[in-house]
Each structure stands twice: as C-alpha cells, then as structure tokens.
C-alpha cells in the first residue's frame, strides 16, 4: 500500500517498546509495517458496518 500521508503517535511504556522492537527486528520487519497489519486486522476483524443486525423482510419473519 502506498500514499502514506498521515502520522499516528501513541505513548507505551518503555518496556513494552523495546520488547516489540526487539520482536519485529528477530523477524526482520519494520515495527510500523506490524503495526499497520494489526491495524488493519483490527477493523477487519471489528468492522461495526458488518456488526449491524440485518434488517429482516417481511418474507423472513416467522
């Protein structure tokens, strides 16, 4: 994915930093290109707009 144009800044405890660094790096990937699958994961996994009850028709009640 391309265009990358905006910045996100978050603040976590020291450890927790330096534990994921040292994870991405063993696996020789970019922390923010894990970051960005997560991310991705999350709304996929948590999409409200698929969460939404279905509206049932008239034919489909009991």
């Not at 330096?18 to 991310?39: H, N, S, W």
């Not at 698929?50 to 008239?58: G, W």
């Amino acid at each position: 994915m391309s265009g990358k144009d905006s910045g996100f800044r978050i603040r976590v405890e020291r450890d927790l930093r330096e534990k994921f660094i040292e994870v991405c790096r063993a696996q020789d990937r970019p922390a923010a290109q894990v970051l960005r699958d997560y991310m991705r994961a999350y709304i996929r996994n948590h999409d409200i707009a698929n969460e939404r009850p279905k509206l049932r028709t008239n034919e489909e009640k009991p």
